[in-house]
């Protein structure tokens, strides 16, 4: 999912970082004094997540954890995510510091996708319908995210449609694995702790 | 809340194992030529992959097709710095350069090696003389030379292995890292929430 240093030209890098710039200054414009402590703990989540290993094949992948980041954050999955990613790059060298922005955006993206479409969804029905929901919204986080990494490798040079084959069937069992842990952990979130969701939500407006 | 952070660090704390998908490559000398080894720091490596051979102006001046266990193997000709790239597809890309100094040193072995082959026909009863005068002959130094290189080898790849390694106290250190950016925030945000009352 990492995209590294040198695989991407100039253009598309300048191009994700402009807009992931973007993307965390309406995360943190967005983000309340009391959804701070939430953000901080998805984004340490996130940043544990991704040294968590799959083994599929010849190859292994990695879990992600954005989908449930964007239903619990919103549009403060950007600054949670790229910190996460940050971190990454400086401590294990995962991806690299220059495509740092398009890794966030092809990251942080469909997290916030994943609110915008699942959100209200998750928020409003019964616990167990909510919990299917944001199941469905995680494996389309990963879907997404997949997507977004094909393409930007495909405005670099690669064939869209092998690279994003490559890529999407080697995550469907980390979107099989993402759907349970999301859909489970909202489900327990909304047992143990209904008012999660109508707090965040309702301190953000 | 407690029963909330319960459930967050259970999640952060499932049993996480060392390896990354991070493309680890790795040029280095070997007798008269460039050995090289290509894979992922998760131990996969990678097999038939062409490692394209640049010069300095980035015209292509050679490749190389890694074998079964991601090493390669390219002789130099000239003595002009060599960048090694390697592309594996879907974003993972690798560069790694050897200096024109290293090339010459390896072209000076090469040189000698082919001076031992065309005197090898000529009396081999003399040079046998000479081994047991002299200190080390260049076909000795060259054998051992081969021989360390091939005990150092595993060590090498151990090393590479260890320096990607992610323990425990560097993760334990990124998520301090990140409690204490977002705690950082919160209290800008609460000076500001303050300042504005």
């Known amino acids: 999912m990492h995209i590294v240093d040198g695989a991407l030209s100039n253009s598309v890098v300048i191009a994700g970082t402009v807009l992931a710039v973007g993307g965390v200054a309406m995360g943190l414009k967005r983000l309340s004094l009391e959804r701070i402590p939430a953000t901080g703990i998805l984004s340490a989540s996130f940043f544990v997540a991704s040294l968590i290993h799959v083994p599929i094949g010849p190859s292994s992948v990695h879990l992600i954890l954005n989908g449930l980041a964007g239903l619990i954050l919103g549009w403060a999955a950007f600054p949670a995510l790229f910190v996460g990613l940050l971190l990454q790059t400086v401590f294990f060298g995962f991806g690299g510091l220059t495509v740092l922005g398009v890794n966030a955006l092809n990251i942080a993206g469909p997290a916030v996708l994943t609110w915008l479409l699942f959100g209200k969804l998750v928020e409003r029905s019964s616990p167990t319908t909510g919990a299917i929901w944001a199941g469905v919204g995680g494996a389309f986080a990963i879907a997404a995210t997949t997507c977004l990494v094909a393409f930007s490798l495909m405005l670099t040079g690669d064939a869209f449609i092998?690279?994003?084959?490559?890529?999407?069937?080697?995550?469907?069992?980390?979107?099989?694995?993402?759907?349970?842990?999301?859909?489970?952990?909202?489900?327990?979130?909304?047992?143990?702790?209904?008012?999660l969701f109508s707090a965040i939500k309702g301190a953000a407006h | 809340m407690i029963?909330?952070?319960?459930?967050?660090?259970?999640?952060?704390?499932?049993?996480?194992?060392?390896?990354?998908?991070?493309?680890?490559?790795?040029?280095?000398?070997?007798?008269?030529?460039?050995?090289?080894?290509?894979?992922?720091?998760?131990?996969?490596?990678?097999?038939?992959?062409?490692?394209?051979?640049?010069?300095?102006?980035?015209?292509?001046?050679?490749?190389?097709?890694?074998?079964?266990?991601?090493?390669?193997?390219?002789?130099?000709t000239e003595p002009i710095p060599h960048v090694f790239k390697a592309d594996m597809g879907a974003g993972h890309v690798a560069e790694a350069t050897m200096p024109a100094n290293e090339i010459a040193e390896i072209l000076g072995v090469a040189a000698i090696e082919e001076t031992l082959s065309q005197q090898a026909p000529a009396g081999t009863a003399e040079t046998a003389a000479q081994v047991t005068v002299a200190s080390l002959s260049n076909e000795e130094r060259l054998a051992i030379a081969e021989a360390v290189r091939d005990e150092m080898r595993p060590l090498r790849r151990e090393l590479a292995a260890y320096r990607e390694k992610n323990d425990l106290q560097t993760v334990l250190g990124g998520i301090g890292y990140i409690f204490g950016l977002f705690g950082l925030y919160f209290y800008i945000a609460a000076r500001r929430r303050m300042a504005g009352q």
Do not use: C, W
Not at chain 1, 162 to 168: D, I, R, T
Not at chain 2, 12 to 30: G, Q, R
Not at chain 2, 54 to 70: F, M, S
């Open chain 2, 3 to 76: 029963r909330y952070l319960a459930l967050i660090i259970a999640l952060i704390a499932l049993p996480f194992p060392a390896a990354a998908h991070k493309v680890i490559f790795a040029i280095f000398k070997s007798g008269d030529s460039i050995e090289g080894e290509l894979g992922f720091s998760n131990g996969d490596m990678s097999a038939g992959t062409t490692i394209q051979v640049l010069d300095a102006q980035g015209v292509q001046i050679g490749e190389a097709v890694t074998d079964r266990d991601g090493f390669f193997i390219f002789t130099p």
């Open chain 1, 162 to 195: 092998p690279a994003a084959k490559l890529v999407f069937f080697a995550h469907i069992p980390v979107m099989v694995i993402e759907a349970l842990l999301t859909g489970t952990a909202v489900y327990l979130v909304r047992k143990v702790r209904p008012d």
